[in-house]
């Protein structure tokens, strides 16, 4: 059971993925990437890791959508404007993309080490105490890091946006 729904929230996942990059439109995209959100927390519930998929919904799901979004509404972003279409790029694409990723997954393959497999709900250092732990001994420079990239982004969409409205 936990195989079929995997293969079902990771399809959801990929679907909603492609999806992201395909809409012209931000709100639509950024919906799609709510969508992405959802399934992979379901992904990570399968995995035993409770914790981590409830932050996933809450803090990315979430608030950080609810970010996303304002951002889009503040620079009062549009619809994707289509450019002329040529005519040997959906031939050639496919190709490329297929041997991109192809060349990729050999790679990674080669250089990963043999692991064993995944056991679903096996991993049983979920809990708040272990992450909090591990955030707050080995992670906490990464973890402001991150929050002072974000915080950036945003001031550079403000400063953005003034420039656009002046």
């Not at 293969?7 to 395909?22: Q, R």
């Not at 450019?83 to 790029?89: D, F, P, Q, T, Y």
């Not at 050999?106 to 979920?126: C, D, K, N, S």
Request: charged share 10%; hydrophobic share 60%.
């Amino acid at each position: 059971m936990d195989s079929i729904l995997f293969l079902i929230f990771a399809a959801i996942a990929v679907g909603c993925g492609l999806n992201l990059v395909l809409q012209t439109h931000p709100i639509s995209s950024a919906l799609s990437l709510v969508g992405v959100m959802g399934s992979l927390a379901v992904l990570y519930l399968l995995l035993g890791g409770e914790f981590i998929a409830m932050a996933q919904l809450i803090v990315y799901a979430g608030a950080i959508m609810v970010l996303f979004i304002f951002v889009i509404m503040l620079l009062n972003a549009g619809g994707e404007r289509r450019g002329r279409k040529r005519l040997w790029a959906p031939w050639a694409g496919a190709p490329m993309v297929a041997a991109i990723i192809g060349i990729g997954a050999y790679l990674i393959q080669r250089a990963a080490p043999r692991t064993a497999e995944v056991t679903f709900g096996a991993f049983q250092h979920g809990n708040p105490s272990d992450i909090g732990t591990n955030l707050f001994e080995n992670y906490v420079l990464p973890f402001e890091i991150t929050s002072i990239l974000i915080l950036i982004a945003i001031v550079g969409a403000i400063v953005l946006a003034r420039k656009e409205i002046e």
